[in-house]
């Protein structure tokens, strides 16, 4: 099956630099993404890589290393709406499917404070 | 509409009774799945449509679960018999592909269904 990792809980200043990380095992990797969500909403899409390396989007950036199972979401310039889930998801294309179902951690609960 | 919406947005049911949850994706997306979150949990799929066609159920927990998509765009996901443990945030979401390319899936708000 798919084990995917990531903390519980971080907590952060406003204006600082944080970093979520995830790990992962998968037996087709098919590209990860990270998602944000506040409570009682809908997931939205922040990131998605399928290559090693940096993928950069404004405050947000994501890094995948694929031999490692290992991404992480980093957030710049932290302001306190970024406080939500973060959620990392693998599609994983195991046992001869060809669907992208995602199989997500079980989030990362961000506190920013002022 | 601009994005997918679910309803209801919240839905309490007896034990025993049956329930429908609709989705409406974003219009002209093919591919359609629905996902189950409990509380403190990430979402976990239950089932995907491409188009019409139900490809995935395999994350259906139980015979008592049933989601249909008839024309290719509103998807509707039934209980029945509903218990206690199938409280918990049903989220849908939609892609304009088949899922097989870089294209993300956008999810609804959710419907909280709470079993008494």
């Known amino acids: 099956g798919q084990n995917i990792d990531q903390p519980t809980e971080m907590t952060a200043t406003e204006g600082a630099i944080v970093q979520i990380n995830c790990t992962y095992q998968t037996s087709g990797f098919n590209g990860l993404f990270w998602y944000q969500q506040h409570a009682g909403e809908a997931p939205t899409f922040l990131s998605y890589?399928?290559?090693?390396g940096l993928e950069e989007k404004g405050r947000f950036s994501s890094f995948l290393s694929r031999s490692k199972g290992y991404s992480y979401l980093l957030l710049k310039e932290l302001q306190m709406k970024d406080s939500a889930s973060y959620l990392c998801?693998?599609?994983?294309?195991?046992?001869?499917?060809?669907?992208?179902?995602?199989?997500f951690g079980r989030g990362t609960q961000l506190t920013v404070w002022p | 509409g601009a994005g997918v919406s679910q309803s209801p947005r919240y839905k309490v049911a007896k034990r025993g009774q049956d329930v429908a949850l609709r989705c409406d994706p974003i219009s002209g997306h093919v591919s359609l799945f629905w996902y189950q979150q409990a509380l403190g949990q990430g979402p976990e799929f239950l089932t995907y449509f491409q188009n019409e066609a139900q490809l995935d159920k395999s994350g259906l927990p139980s015979d008592r679960f049933f989601a249909e998509r008839p024309e290719g765009s509103v998807s509707t996901l039934k209980i029945q018999r509903t218990q206690q443990e199938d409280s918990a945030v049903y989220l849908c979401a939609s892609s304009q592909g088949s899922g097989t390319l870089n294209q993300p899936q956008h999810f609804g708000d959710g419907t909280r269904l709470s079993i008494l």
């Open positions: 890589n399928v290559l090693d």
């Open positions: 998801a693998v599609r994983d294309f195991d046992r001869g499917s060809t669907l992208g179902r995602l199989y």
